[in-house]
């Protein structure tokens, strides 16, 4: 058996809920040889990606595919690649709002994610699903997960990966799409 760590976010900025966490409800607990292993994470810097780091080396993850919501997308979008910063235009739900500091100190600008991003959204595309590739995860907390996620596990074999899905859109679409993406990485 097999183990893949899928994140999703509380709400955050006074909303009632994340989408992220919506979708990721709907999701089975189990995809072929797989276990899926559901984890939501504070809307916190430093926290967050702490939190599923910890929790990945607990269950042995061999994927890291977390989850977040993106107000003003309408597709789902994975993202290309995590960068080395910090800079919130609203403060995280710990009051903390840093203007410019790195997710890791003396870490590279930017790291790539480690799934195969382009192909697999080309194949979710195909099949007419609302999917496209996104090159900023922006410099919130979304961010500070996949940046932080890839620093830590970069040069070994677990895999890692951010998906960003509608903040207002169809959560059982969006689940439709994670569900078809975790299909593809764990085939
Ligand atoms: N979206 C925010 C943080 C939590 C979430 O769901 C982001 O894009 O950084």
Known sequence: MKTVLITCFEPFENRPTNASTEAVRQLPDRIGQWDIRKLQLPVVYGQAPQKAIVCAKEIGAELILCVGEAGGREDVTVEQIGINLRAARIADNAGRQPENEPCVTGGADGLFATIPVADAVKTLQKEGLPVRVSYTAGTFICNDVL?????????????????????????????????????????
Do not use: K
Request: glycine share 8%; proline share 2%.
């Open 147 to 187: 940046y932080s996620v890839l620093h830590t596990f970069a040069g070994t074999d677990i895999r890692c990966g951010f998906v960003h899905v509608p903040a207002y859109g169809d959560t059982a679409l969006s689940a439709a799409c994670l569900l078809r993406l975790l299909q593809y990485l764990t085939d």
